[in-house]
C-alpha cells in the first residue's frame, strides 16, 4: 500500500484521505495542518496519521496530497522543496498533487526539480461537512490535470472511492474552475439576493422559509429532469423583454449591484430561452 502525507486537512483534505484511508487505498502517514490541535483533530477525523508541527518533520510518502488554500500554496511548494532538497530518504519520483480548481500543476514546479510527479486533482463536490461529503463522495466528477504518471494514479485513487475521473488541459482550469462557481457558488448569493428583495417588497418575514424551500426544490427538479434550456421560466423565456427592462430598473433603484447581476443575467437568459443567438 502506498503511504500518504496531508499537507492541509480541512474538509476537502479529510474527507479524501479518511475514504482512501477506509478503502485501502492509501495509509495516511504524516499530517500537518496550521495548529498542532488541528492536526490532531484531522487525524482523529481520519480515523489514522500522525500529526506534526513543520514541513521538516514530515516523513518522506509515496503521494504528497496539499489541500491547503490556493493563497498558501507557494509558501507550502517552496518549503516542501527546500525541506527535501537534499534528503537521502527521498522516495524516488514521489507524486505531489493540490486539491485547487481554478490552479494548474505548473505551481508545483518546484517539487518537479526533486524527481516528483506532480498534478492537480478537483472534485466537483461541495465539502460542507466531513460527514455529509463523505456520504456524497460515490460518484463525483473528479478534474485531473498534470503529469501523466501522476494522473495515472491519480486516476485509480480517485476511482476506487468512486469518483468519476476526467482529464482537463491545463490552460482551460481557469474556465473550468469558474464553470464550478457558477453552478454551485453563486447559488447562495441570488438566494441571499432574492430574499432580502422579498423583504424589502414586504413579504412576511415567516413565509421566506417555505418560498425557498419551494422554489429551489422545483427548480432543481426541472433543470435535472429538463435540462436548463426547458427549466427556464419567467420573462425572458417569454422574451419579454420590456418587463425585463422595467424590473431592471426597480432592481437597480433597490440595490445598484444587484441591478447590474439583474441586467446581465437576463442577458444570458434570454440567450438560452433563443431570443438572442449566443
Known amino acids: 500500500m502506498k503511504i500518504l502525507n496531508l499537507v492541509g486537512a480541512g474538509r476537502v483534505g479529510q474527507t479524501l484521505a479518511r475514504l482512501w484511508q477506509q478503502q485501502g487505498t492509501f495509509a495516511v502517514q504524516d499530517v500537518l495542518t496550521s495548529t498542532p490541535a488541528s492536526a490532531q483533530a484531522a487525524c482523529a477525523a481520519i480515523g489514522a496519521g500522525h500529526p506534526v508541527e513543520t514541513l521538516q518533520a514530515m516523513r518522506p510518502a509515496d503521494v504528497w496530497m496539499l489541500a491547503v488554500p490556493d493563497t498558501a500554496l507557494p509558501q507550502v511548494v517552496q518549503g516542501l522543496s527546500t525541506a527535501f532538497a537534499e534528503s537521502s530518504a527521498l522516495i524516488e519520483q514521489s507524486v505531489a498533487f493540490h486539491c485547487s480548481g481554478a490552479l494548474d500543476s505548473a505551481l508545483l514546479a518546484p ?47 480517485y476511482t476506487d472511492i468512486g469518483a468519476r475521473c476526467f482529464s482537463v488541459a491545463s490552460e482551460q482550469k481557469l474556465l473550468y474552475h469558474a464553470a464550478a462557481v457558477f453552478a454551485t457558488n453563486f447559488l447562495p448569493v441570488l438566494q441571499s439576493v432574492a430574499e432580502d428583495a422579498w423583504r424589502s417588497a414586504g413579504v412576511p418575514a415567516e413565509l421566506i422559509p417555505d418560498l425557498r424551500a419551494s422554489l429551489l426544490a422545483h427548480a432543481v427538479h426541472n433543470i435535472t429532469t429538463l435540462g436548463p434550456a426547458a427549466a427556464l421560466t419567467g420573462p425572458a423565456a417569454r422574451g419579454d423583454t420590456a418587463a425585463i427592462a422595467r424590473q431592471a430598473l426597480a432592481v437597480t433603484a433597490w440595490n445598484p449591484e444587484a441591478g447590474a447581476a439583474y441586467d446581465a443575467l437576463s442577458v444570458l437568459a434570454l440567450r438560452l430561452a433563443g431570443q438572442q443567438k449566443i
Open 111 to 157: 517539487l518537479v526539480t526533486l524527481g516528483w510527479q506532480t498534478a492537480s486533482a478537483h472534485c466537483i463536490l461541495s465539502f460542507a461537512s466531513v460527514e455529509a461529503a463523505v456520504a456524497q463522495f460515490p460518484g463525483t466528477a473528479c478534474a485531473l490535470e498534470g503529469n501523466t504518471r501522476a494522473c495515472g494514479l491519480l486516476r485509480a485513487a
